[in-house]
């Protein structure tokens, strides 16, 4: 059993003004109504989000992981059960393995054309002075 309280979405809904602002992100319920100030994107943005599902919103913006570390303290519960929504765990891209299929792919296109037009000049070269 978890140790936050429960909310439903209709409760979490009644929370939707600057004097009072939560949101639903991956079932979880923050309450961000002290942060409205601070937040580096405005308070506008929150509020928008305010009573509603804001995980779309949330991953679409690219929260840095010290933005993730920084909402533990403003959750306050967790939506019950049976209104709980899947979660989509938003992978991080692999950069180095991304990177290194197009330096491989890239590199092998460097050397071949090289390759293949010094062949093809070749062949050239010796047809026309063999018939010399």
Do not use: C
């Not at 919103?57 to 967790?78: I, N, P, Q, Y």
């Not at 299929?101 to 062949?119: F, T, V």
């Amino acid at each position: 059993m978890s140790e936050f309280k429960q909310y439903s979405l209709a409760e979490v809904a009644k929370h939707n003004s600057n004097k009072s602002v939560w949101f639903v992100i991956h079932n979880n319920v923050y309450d961000v109504t002290e942060f409205l100030n601070e937040h580096p994107g405005g308070e506008e943005v929150l509020l928008e989000q305010g009573g509603r599902t804001a995980s779309e919103a949330f991953e679409d913006v690219g929260h840095s992981s010290d933005a993730r570390e920084m909402m533990k303290k403003f959750k306050v519960g967790e939506i019950i059960e049976s209104e709980r929504t899947a979660v989509n765990e938003k992978t991080t891209p692999d950069w180095a393995t991304d990177t290194a299929n197009k330096e491989d792919e890239s590199s092998y296109r460097q050397w071949m054309l090289p390759l293949l037009l010094g062949i093809f000049a070749t062949i050239i070269y010796r047809y026309f002075f063999a018939q010399q």
